[in-house]
């Protein structure tokens, strides 16, 4: 391993992620103290980055590989009901709902794919239908057999303690604990593991990734799967933690879990970032939208700071990138 | 007398009703550099897509060693040893040269479900690739492919293709959008290339670059083989009016050439 300089770190694709968060901690902390930097603050904005971060960082993924997966914002609710339906309204053991949530999870992301790779079609275009097609059959569907368009749950035992409850003194989610654990697979996967070579890729030129002997279609499939199955996946923990699933609801995640991706470094034409850099930006979009209680400022406000961070984000990164590009060695360091 | 590598026997290739390329016949050994050369339009880029699987002979066919061959995709002709390096060589601009030097052969380390990428072996392998064809100004693998200059990219996916056992390489004007002096460095890797035994088939507008390799050299104009003959059989002069089809461009320098010998060495105002 070469030294570590400030330069290298600079040309790192979570580089201008890493001084969004701290520019972001520092003024939390002038304008709120360091109330949530306290266990009892960190739990709040660290449930909200551990809900979208399971989500954002598959999003980011395809997003590296030069795709978009919007269809998110709907398998949040489609997760939750379909484990309401099936384990609450009808009553079945709470693993078969548990199951289909996820299958469901896996028959969109598969559906998503395929219609991606075998048309033409851009990606945004494919979820963008997807999204609204899920929202159909959730809406119609939950109606349909319950009549109503909130469905209670109650859990208890392992899959309880597993999906949905808090952990470490009541108010931490578990759900914490799987983001902080896929984050980690992630990583490995992604920068370690051979395959994430492929991802970027892939996103870098599609064409010669393909001719390089890159199953370039199976992996787009793949990411997708990924996306939709992990967004049924937090639809269904938040429905086990509440105790109930709504027909409305997340939509949200679609443009959180973007702004998460693009102030964590990912281009968004594809071929550049990182998962740590998805992470940074995961906790920074959190701390902003939960630190605003800490400060005396109206929570209206963070919408303005989202704002101008995911712009100030996207110029930083520009400007790393185009540093990690132009980079050369000084002469006569070789050695 | 040795076998082709890779040669066309009667290639024609149509799209739809336009005819692109007829009766084309081309060979090229090992150690040999085949310059297509050809105004705009003239089939060149068709030609060397057919022998990278891109487009299939309308009629006529590849062979290999003396047997034919049909490439139905780029990589059934990358399979076969073809590799074909495109103007702006590397493709990944954002990703390392050790990392897109190995794209779908990652190398690793561990083992069962562990193995992880050899960041180390890839960078040392990568520059060493490129270090020998001469290039020692590339000596860090993290280096981002984008930052290298033209001359270096082509010459990092040249090192790659012989890397991998490449025979047959094809340069579709690898020299156009370079400099003098980056220009010379990606002739000298053809030189190197062609020394380790390569076939390499070399397109270019560039009379100089091509005499500067070329063994072989096949004029194409309106997608037909022109003119066909070996280093030395023609001048300079020749090879130019052929590439542009006609007398005007040999007539035109003779013209400037009697005018300087008349005016002590002085050119002619241009013409108007
Ligand atoms: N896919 C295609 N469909 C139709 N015509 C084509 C296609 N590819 C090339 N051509 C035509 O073939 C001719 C030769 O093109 P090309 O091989 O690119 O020439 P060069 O590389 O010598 O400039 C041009 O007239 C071009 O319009
Ligand atoms: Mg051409």
Redesign the pocket.
């Known amino acids: 391993m070469s030294s570590i300089t400030i330069g290298g770190l600079l040309r790192r694709p979570e580089a201008g992620a890493a001084l969004g968060l701290v520019a972001v901690l520092i003024f939390f902390a002038i304008f709120g103290g360091l109330t949530f930097l306290k266990p009892a603050g960190m739990s709040s904005w660290l449930n909200v980055a551990a809900n979208l971060g399971v989500i954002a960082i598959p999003l980011g993924l395809l997003m590296i590989a030069g795709e978009l997966d919007i269809s998110v914002g709907a398998m949040v609710p489609f997760g939750a009901m379909t484990v309401s339906v099936i384990s609450g309204h009808y009553g079945l053991p709470i693993w078969v709902g548990v199951a289909a949530a996820l299958g469901f999870g896996v028959i969109v992301g598969l559906v998503n794919g395929i219609l991606v790779v075998k048309t033409a079609v851009p990606s945004l275009i494919v979820t963008l239908g997807s999204l609204f097609a899920v929202q159909g059959i959730v809406l119609g569907l939950t109606v349909l057999i319950t009549k109503s368009t909130s469905v209670a749950l109650t859990v208890e035992g392992p899959a309880k303690a597993i999906f949905g409850d808090f952990v470490l003194g009541g108010q931490m989610q578990v759900m914490v604990i799987w983001w902080l654990a896929l984050t980690a697979l992630y990583i490995f996967f992604v920068h370690f593991s051979p395959f994430g070579n492929w991802i970027f890729a892939m996103g870098g030129d599609k064409v010669s990734a393909r001719n390089a002997g890159i199953p370039t279609d199976r992996l787009t499939i793949v990411l997708f799967i990924l996306s939709a199955t992990s967004a049924a996946f937090v639809g269904m923990c938040q429905a086990i933690l509440y105790n109930s699933a709504q027909v409305a609801g997340g939509q949200s995640f679609i443009f959180n879990s973007i702004i998460a991706v693009v102030v964590g470094g990912v281009l968004l034409t594809g071929g550049f970032g990182s998962v740590v850099g998805i992470f940074f930006g995961t906790i920074t979009f959190a701390i902003v939208t939960q630190g605003i209680y800490y400060t005396d400022f109206d929570r209206n406000w963070s919408s303005l700071i989202i704002g101008v961070l995911l712009l100030g984000a996207v110029l930083m990164n520009n400007t790393f990138r185009k540093m990690a590009l132009s980079y050369t060695p000084k002469k006569g360091a070789r050695a | 007398m040795t076998v082709p590598i890779i040669a066309l026997r009667g290639v024609n290739k149509s ?2 009703p ?1 005819d ?1 390329l007829h009766d084309i016949s081309l060979e090229v050994k090992a150690g040999e550099v085949l310059c297509l050369l ?10 060397i897509r057919l022998l990278s699987g891109v ?1 299939q002979p309308t009629t006529g066919t590849i062979e290999m060693d003396g047997k034919p061959v049909s490439f139905p995709s780029p990589r059934a002709a990358s399979d076969n040893g073809i590799a074909t390096v495109h103007q702006f060589g590397g493709t990944f601009p954002l990703m390392s040269i050790g990392r897109s030097f190995f794209i779908g052969v990652e190398p690793t380390k561990g083992w069962g479900p562990f193995k992880i990428y050899d960041r180390k072996r890839a960078n040392a392998v990568a520059v060493k690739a490129v270090q020998d064809f001469g290039i020692t100004r590339i000596d860090d693998g993290d280096r981002l492919v984008g930052g290298l200059s033209g001359g270096e990219r082509q010459s990092l996916a040249i090192a790659r293709a012989v890397h991998f056992g490449a025979r047959v390489l094809i340069l579709d004007e690898p020299t156009a959008a370079l400099g003098v002096k980056q220009a010379t460095h990606v002739l000298r890797i053809v030189n190197e290339a062609k020394r380790r035994g390569l076939a390499v088939v070399f ?1 270019t507008h560039q009379v100089m670059h091509a005499m500067a390799v070329g063994d072989h050299f096949a004029v ?1 104009i309106r ?1 037909a083989v022109a003119a066909d003959f070996k280093k030395g059989e023609k001048s300079r002069e020749e090879i130019t009016d052929l590439m542009a089809g006609g007398a005007s461009m040999a007539s035109l320098e003779a013209e400037i050439e009697g005018y300087m010998a008349s005016h002590d060495g002085h050119p002619p105002p241009p013409a108007h």
């Open positions: 799209f739809g336009i692109v050809g105004d705009n339009g003239a089939g060149k880029s068709t030609l487009h397109i194409l997608g």
